[in-house]
């Protein structure tokens, strides 16, 4: 056995055991699950075409339909069936959740990690740069990258992705600071490890809960920032539905139909608190100085 | 409870003219949470707290000496710990179960502390003059100009030079020393009865401690305060205390006036304690002579100069800098170890640092016969093989993620010196060496006692088979048992490998028994270098001198000869663009011994 064996082999009694073991992440997982699972099969599960306007899906006057036995969530505005294009809309915001979300933790991550590291001139470079995107208008910005590219789905989350990965360069670059200066990365650097090795071996792992809980928060605000720019004309095409531009659609009716805004709002809540459940388990699994401390 | 001679028990029921008790401690027990239920971390402390006393709370780390201050206090951290069993008796009052805003009046007023830290204890973004008064105004009806002349008596009670300025001034301006005096002041600004001081003195230097130390005794004597004092430093209880309670992991070991202790410690524990605290000049001349062979030289330090640029103004140019280390030269041989000593901002640990090439530095350091400076990250790799070193903090200096089996077998996987079946066998052999068991390997750094962790590092640093082993205050951090254990570790480590060290330490009890050779350094110069046996034992640099004189002596019996305050401000080592400070040179006083001429 190994020295190097000792850590794969507490890593490796099954990180994903864990997280089935502790309620909080289980569901979490649970939630996942399902919203992957009717983003994969959406247009087999849905009970309605999302596209379509039937004749019955307002009322007399005009209204959406509440909530009933034939449309569960309702219908919206143009009498399509609100639960179709929910179960639709998970792909779109999925992809803009996960991709966008992730490209920008790792964009953040690299930039922050290397500026904090480095010090000295990378770090004015990186952090004066992060500085100016910061102090830019991320819409006006996202709707220029927009405006430039085709737009489709893959294209505006690496829109998203480029407008968001500022917040997360400014913590990681915080925290990596300050790690730098410790003990234990000192005592590396002076047994002749390369950076490289520091970086991903040493530092990485301690950002690690930092790095979760910043893009768990950061999903709700990239499927509203997509939203955003499908209201304005250069996000995903209407009529493919998205939950951002569900509600976006849908909010002028928000007294008289307050459905229709509401449950693609704990949707999108329910996204983010189950990466947020099992980001946070993950963050404790894989932390050995808590070991024991949690059921 | 062992061997508890109580002295509430005799004298309360006893005499004539016994005074009141101020504060009474009966078997007090405390209960931290635990996910297994309740953990007792105090086990029935009692004592009695006359007026006009000094009573110390001595003890190893865990030993719940500031667990007893904080219950006195109310600051115990809710919910996590609460006080199961006993009493705090205030003038009759028992203040266990007593509401917090009860417990807010009390304080300051009939109880006040001192924290070890003094940076941390003030407010940074509040003039000393602002936390001064607004101490008094809480707690007293008076007018803001009616205090601010109060905060004025009390900065000059406590000894502060130019107190008017200081009141304006914020705690970054003032160096640890006053820093200390103003939580001094601030703790004694409503007259307490009782003065609660936790460890007071262990962040400062030497001659700083012996002030602060003087500073409490005088002002105790004269307002007839009661004070508490806990500490790790058996010295320091020697000096100060007119009682001693030894406690060890949370139990009362033995309670004794100081004499009574030091003379004939009833304990085992106590004997080990006092056995093993190091004493300046409990060498020997001839045991501490060096042995003057004619071997290689390891490290040789040619004038190496190290400053830091002080940035400022509207183009963030270069205004001043510090010289942290200026012109320094020494050499160390194979087996040799050169203590470093002087006090904080002396430049002893970025000496080190420039060593293990971890910051730019000019003039010349060779390593087994290279010079490293301005060498590339890749040439330097075979150098760093040749030295490594072993950090103050062990705790701080492994990374908390890792088994610490993983992080020995680092440095080996880094040169690419082993792997497989042969770099756990060369690990596990490392363990071994340091006397660790071989299942330890799997662990991480927090299932480790503090001087386990500083094994571990040890073991890490001797990975590579160095030459020389850079250790900076590498056993400051530990209690006094410990460190003997890990001193002794070192030596033999050092006798069979024949390793060199570079001893960077402001105690000069350790630096006695460990070196060949001391280099005292005062704002980044040598003041004096020499045999250990001659610097130490016939200091001729008035800063030796004076660093000698505050060391306290763990023997109240012998206290040391008053100390000789310092009438100089510390010379400041920041100098202009193009400046350099004053050069000390070195005169020879036969047999190596070397001390600048000037005064310090």
């Known amino acids: 056995m190994s020295a190097q064996d000792g850590v794969t082999q507490t890593r490796s009694t099954g990180v994903f055991a864990q997280l089935l073991r502790r309620p909080g992440s289980a569901f979490g997982l649970a939630l996942i699950a399902l919203i992957v699972f009717c983003a994969l099969t959406a247009s087999h599960i849905t009970p309605y075409d999302p596209n379509d306007q039937p004749f019955d899906g307002l009322t007399i006057e005009g209204a959406p339909i509440a909530p009933n036995a034939d449309h569960w969530m309702g219908t919206d505005l143009l009498g399509r069936d609100l639960m179709s294009r929910l179960i639709v809309g998970a792909q779109t915001s999925l992809i803009i959740g996960v991709v966008a979300n992730g490209l920008s933790a790792i964009l953040g991550t690299a930039v922050g990690v290397a500026a904090g590291y480095f010090g000295g001139l990378t770090a004015t470079v990186l952090m004066r740069f992060t500085d100016l995107m910061m102090a830019f208008p991320a819409l006006l910005l996202a709707i220029v990258l927009a405006a430039i590219f085709e737009p489709s789905l893959w294209i505006v989350a690496m829109v998203i992705a480029m407008v968001n990965w500022v917040q997360m360069a400014r913590v990681v670059y915080t925290e990596t600071r300050s790690l730098t200066e410790r003990d234990f990365i000192q005592a590396q650097v002076s047994m002749g490890s390369g950076p490289v090795r520091v970086l991903l071996r040493h530092v990485l792992p301690h950002l690690l809960s930092s790095i979760v809980v910043f893009s768990t928060l950061g999903i709700s605000t990239t499927v509203l920032l997509e939203a955003t720019l499908s209201y304005l004309g250069v996000g995903v095409q209407p009529p493919t539905p998205s939950w951002g531009n569900i509600i976006f659609e849908n909010q002028t009716y928000f007294s008289s139909a307050p459905w229709l805004v509401f449950i693609p709002g704990v949707a999108i809540l329910l996204m983010a608190l189950a990466f947020n459940l099992v980001g946070d388990a993950l963050r404790d699994i894989l932390d050995p100085t808590l070991k024991g401390r949690h059921g | ?600």
């Open chain 2, 1 to 600: 409870m062992i061997a508890t001679i109580d002295t509430e028990q005799i004298n309360p029921a006893g005499s004539n003219d016994s005074p009141v008790p101020l504060l009474q401690v009966k078997d007090l027990t405390i209960q931290v949470a635990t996910p297994d239920g309740g953990k007792t971390v105090l086990d029935g402390i009692g004592f009695s707290l006359m007026p006009n006393e000094v009573l110390c709370l001595a003890g190893e780390s865990g030993s719940g000496k500031s667990l007893t201050a904080m219950a006195i206090m109310g600051l115990l951290p809710k919910p996590a710990a609460r006080i199961t069993a006993g009493q705090i008796l205030l003038g009759g009052k028992d203040l266990v179960g007593l509401a917090e805003a009860d417990f807010r009046k009390l304080r300051a007023t009939r109880v006040a502390m001192i924290f070890q830290e003094p940076m941390t204890s003030l407010n940074p973004v509040m003039t000393i003059g602002e936390q001064i008064t607004e101490v008094l105004r809480a707690h007293q009806d008076i007018t803001a100009s009616a205090a601010e002349s109060a905060a004025l008596e009390l900065l000059k009670e406590v000894r502060m030079t130019s107190p008017e300025r200081r009141l304006k001034q914020y705690p970054h301006e003032l160096s640890g020393g006053m820093r200390q005096r103003v939580v001094i002041a601030i703790a004694l600004a409503c007259q307490p009865d009782v003065l609660i001081a936790d460890e007071p003195t262990t962040a400062l230097d030497v001659t700083v401690q012996a002030e602060i130390l003087d500073l409490i005794a005088k002002l105790q004597e004269r307002a007839g305060t009661a004070v508490i004092m806990i500490t790790h430093d058996m010295g320091v209880v020697a000096e100060i205390a007119d009682r001693v309670i030894v406690m060890r992991a949370g139990k009362q070991m033995e309670t004794s006036t100081v004499r009574q202790l030091f003379a004939s410690p009833s304990t085992d524990y106590t004997r080990a304690l006092l056995a093993a605290v190091p004493r300046l000049g409990s060498v020997s001349a001839s045991a501490a002579a060096p042995v003057r062979e004619n071997k290689a030289t390891v490290v040789e330090v040619n004038e190496l100069s190290v400053r830091f640029p002080v940035r400022g103004g509207l183009l963030n140019r270069v205004q001043q800098n510090v010289h942290a280390v200026e012109k320094v030269s020494f050499s160390i041989n194979a087996g040799e170890t050169l203590a470093l000593v002087g006090e904080s901002g002396s430049g002893k640990s970025t000496i080190g640092k420039a060593l293990m090439s971890l910051l730019p530095f000019e003039g010349e350091i060779r390593i087994n016969g290279r010079a490293t400076r301005g060498l590339s990250r890749r040439s330097l790799r075979g150098v760093r093989r040749d030295v490594q070193m072993i950090f103050q903090d062990p705790y701080a200096s492994l990374d908390p993620r890792m088994t610490v089996g993983d992080q020995v077998a680092e440095p080996l996987l880094v040169h690419a010196l082993a792997s497989g079946q042969e770099l756990t066998d060369r690990v596990e052999w490392l363990f071994k060496r340091v006397g660790l068991p071989a299942d330890a390997m799997r662990r991480h750094p927090h299932e480790f006692s503090g001087g386990q962790r500083q094994r571990v590092c040890i073991a890490r640093a001797l990975a590579l088979n160095p030459k020389l082993i850079v250790a900076d205050e590498c056993v400051s951090a530990l209690d006094v048992s410990v460190q003997a254990q890990v001193l002794e570790l070192l030596r033999e480590l050092q006798e069979e490998e024949g390793l060199s060290y570079l001893f960077i330490s402001h105690d000069m009890a350790v630096v006695e028994q460990v070196s060949d050779r001391v280099a005292v350094l005062y704002a980044g110069q040598v003041v004096e270098t020499g045999p250990a046996s001659a610097v130490l034992g016939k200091p001729r640099h008035a800063y030796t001198q004076r660093l000698l004189s505050a060391v306290p002596i763990p023997d109240p019996e012998h206290k040391r000869s008053p100390f000789v305050r310092s009438t100089q401000e510390l010379v400041s080592v920041m100098h202009a663009v193009g400046t350099s400070p004053e050069r000390q040179l070195l005169q020879n006083h036969g047999d190596d011994h070397w001390s600048a001429r000037a005064a310090g």
